[in-house]
């Protein structure tokens, strides 16, 4: 941020968006979305989601949380987590659709089952993570991953896509496997736990294949999506 603007970077070099009405005219088509939603689901529906969006961003806003093993859900929302924690995810859920959308990507049927109240995704797995090269340039600040997108040897099927969004270095990580591709079992997902850990990442790219590295708190980490209903044990 600088001042009351907003600073936007990207590939295509830097924008300075001014005040709120420069953000709704959002000239530079940098800060919204196309419209790929009715105005009753984007709004009505999803109200809980953007409520549940602003106390976690609000809590990440005010610092400390990267240095810690996880982030505590049920501290953020009380008696309600479990329920908040999924309007959360399914926040996030919305995010990335419409960047697919955007990309011109197929959205998952379990990702539009999951906006519409089915309990989790079967195919997508979302974790909690921090990467080491977005703390150190956007501390601060809202940060988009890149999208990585793979695909079969003669790039004629999408096997899957990786993507995340930062606030303060401390995002969700995205990952969604095309049926034959995905792996089995039942994975777990951050919004099923108290307190979800923070997986760690030396950079993007590292981020986008998978490979996290140990926290200076925890020598040790398991990256591998779980795929048991236990919580996880600290």
């Not at 399914?90 to 379990?110: A, E, T, V, W």
């Not at 079967?122 to 809202?142: F, K, S």
């Not at 790039?155 to 095309?178: D, P």
């Not at 039942?186 to 998978?210: C, H, K, W, Y």
Request: hydrophobic share 35%; net charge positive; aromatic share 12%.
């Amino acid at each position: 941020m600088k001042g009351d603007s907003l600073v936007w970077v990207g590939d295509n070099g830097t924008r300075e968006i001014r005040g709120s009405s420069g953000v709704r005219r959002d000239r530079y088509g940098v800060v919204k979305f196309p419209k790929s939603m009715c105005a009753v689901c984007n709004n009505a529906k999803s109200q809980p989601f953007d409520v549940a969006y602003d106390r976690f961003a609000a809590y990440l806003a005010a610092g400390g949380v990267r240095g810690r093993d996880g982030v505590p859900l049920a501290k953020i929302y009380g008696e309600t987590w479990r329920q908040d924690s999924r309007s959360l995810a399914r926040y996030y859920g919305k995010h990335f659709g419409c960047r697919l959308r955007q990309l011109n990507m197929p959205i998952p049927d379990s990702l539009r089952a999951f906006l519409d109240g089915a309990d989790s995704m079967p195919d997508v797995h979302m974790a909690l993570i921090t990467t080491d090269t977005v703390h150190r340039y956007a501390r601060d600040g809202l940060v988009l991953s890149p999208d990585f997108i793979t695909t079969d040897p003669v790039r004629q099927h999408i096997r899957g896509f990786v993507m995340a969004s930062y606030i303060a270095s401390v995002g969700v990580r995205f990952q969604w496997w095309a049926h034959a591709s995905a792996p089995p079992g039942e994975l777990s997902q951050f919004f099923d736990f108290p307190t979800p850990v923070i997986n760690r990442f030396a950079d993007e790219d590292a981020m986008g294949s998978g490979q996290t590295r140990p926290s200076l708190i925890r020598r040790v980490l398991t990256w591998r999506p779980r795929r048991s209903t236990e919580p996880p044990r600290f």
